[in-house]
């Protein structure tokens, strides 16, 4: 064999050189995507001139650009922040929220007294190729659809109740997230992106948090697939990808919350079929990067997925509820399994006690289905988890059951939950079930609501089994 072959094999018989190869091909997207604007750039440059969108420019009205445009019609996917743009991995906007209110646009009437207003008061750049509005978040684009970005900000204040069994009761009031998005198109469809910062506090100072937890763009060049590149949540199941914004209750279930696969940097390619009756994600990640810290978590991990989704009826959606209040029944039946390698993984074993490993094979196998027709709602999901380290193998098994019905349409839902988890017999821990009881009132679409969760935990040890409780009161809104 010869010597370059042998030195091939070497690399990817050592998984730690085969980690940093992967973790290098986001940088590498990066670096092509980032050339390739610089091209369009420079080309459109010569023959396009740029208006100077800065504030000192607008101030002295020094814009020089070409006759405006009036938009132009198309049918891309992505044609205008203007339409309900619901990003399935975003913050999730609501049909049922503020409507659009144009604060600048060079086709804007005067008919109406409050658009002669702000006409009036933008006359001086009235013609320049770009729109600024408010929908669900400020937004700037360009009139044929091209360039967009738009700005939100979620809060999500949470008052919280702690009736313990054995320790001692506490209540708190905490930022539970306070989330800035940025998200938008460039070049048509050609690329999307999304940025999103996220802020929480738990009332102790130790350990509240400033963290850009997500940042990626997707590229549709292939015709069969959109390839995504940088960090987001992992497509395990469908309750995790759904923006936490949308959820039918407060907190993910407690299956939910043991099985899922947090965010990951990595590549994924993914689409939709038959007019969105088919789905489908393929990704390989390599950890969580702290972009502020500059710190890998689980940098030496590698994790790869596949997920499939169909819809009979066409799209479900990710949006817990059916606050939509469907005409025709919307269904689903999905499933995803991923192989993931990583290292530093604790498990408190029977007869080893406390035993942590530097290499840890999982495999997870989720299976999901879901319903909604005219305010009702039910959703279930199935995990079956393996762990392979020193010589041992661990299985646990996890599900959870969650419905609800709006018994006052697009305002009051009532909804409920039942969830557990079965851990493997050479396990300290045995069960965790969860019963929960909400309800949610909307002012504005899931933008805008409040609502109460009462939970009772009751877990299972070896040398012990305790019942907690938790009454949680949280208010959100979307700016």
Avoid at 272 to 289: D, P, Q, R, S, V
Wanted: proline residues 3%; negative net charge; hydrophobic residues 35%.
């Amino acid at each position: 064999m010869s010597g370059g072959v042998k030195t091939y094999l070497e690399i990817f018989q050592n998984k730690k050189y085969l980690m940093r190869i992967v973790s290098l091909l986001p940088i590498v997207f990066f670096s092509v995507i980032c050339t390739l604007f610089s091209c369009i750039h420079l080309v459109s440059a010569q023959s396009v001139s740029v208006p100077d969108l800065t504030y000192q420019g607008l101030c002295e009205n020094t814009l020089t650009v070409s006759a405006p445009q009036r938009p132009i019609k198309t049918d891309n996917k992505y044609q205008s922040l203007q339409e309900d743009d619901k990003n399935r991995y975003s913050m999730g906007d609501s049909k049922s929220a503020k409507e659009y209110i144009p604060l600048y646009s060079p086709e804007i009437g005067k008919e109406n007294p409050v658009e002669k207003e702000i006409h009036d008061g933008l006359s001086e750049i009235s013609d320049h190729p770009f729109r600024i509005g408010y929908k669900n978040g400020l937004y700037l684009e360009t009139v044929d659809n091209k360039f967009s970005l738009k700005t939100s900000l979620r809060l999500q204040l949470r008052y919280e109740i702690d009736d313990y069994q054995d320790k001692k009761d506490t209540s708190s009031l905490t930022i539970r997230r306070g989330r800035i998005a940025l998200k938008g198109n460039a070049f048509g469809d050609l690329f999307t992106y999304f940025f999103q910062l996220d802020a929480h506090s738990t009332g102790k100072r130790e350990i509240s948090t400033l963290e850009l937890i997500d940042y990626y763009t997707d590229i549709n060049i292939i015709p069969f697939a959109k390839i995504r590149v940088g960090q987001g949540r992992v497509p395990t199941n469908r309750q995790w990808i759904t923006p936490d914004s949308d959820l039918q209750m407060i907190d993910f279930s407690v299956a939910s919350d043991e099985f899922f696969l947090d965010r990951k940097l990595g590549v994924m390619a993914h689409d939709e079929y038959f007019n969105k009756k088919l789905e489908y994600n393929l990704g390989i990640y390599t950890g969580n990067y702290i972009l502020f810290d500059r710190e890998f978590r689980d940098k030496n991990e590698l994790l790869g997925i596949f997920r499939v989704s169909y819809n009979p009826f066409g799209s479900f959606g990710y949006s817990e509820g059916d606050f939509e209040f469907s005409k025709s029944p919307l269904a689903h039946l999905s499933g995803s399994v991923s192989f993931d390698n990583r290292d530093g993984v604790s498990l408190d074993l029977k007869k080893l006690g406390k035993v942590t490993s530097d290499n840890v094979e999982s495999t997870l196998i989720e299976q999901e289905a879901g319903f909604k027709y005219k305010g009702f709602s039910a959703v279930e999901e199935f995990y079956w988890r393996r762990k392979e380290f020193l010589k041992e193998r661990i299985e646990d098994l996890g599900w959870f059951v969650q419905g609800g019905y709006f018994v006052k349409p697009k305002k009051i839902e009532t909804t409920l939950r039942y969830s557990q988890i079965i851990f493997d017999d050479d396990r300290k821990d045995e069960t965790t079930n969860e019963e929960t009881l909400g309800v949610n009132y909307f002012f504005s679409g899931h933008s805008s609501k409040i609502q109460f969760n009462t939970v009772r935990l009751h877990h299972n040890t070896v040398n012990d089994e305790n019942t907690d409780y938790k009454f949680i009161l949280q208010l959100q809104f979307t700016l």
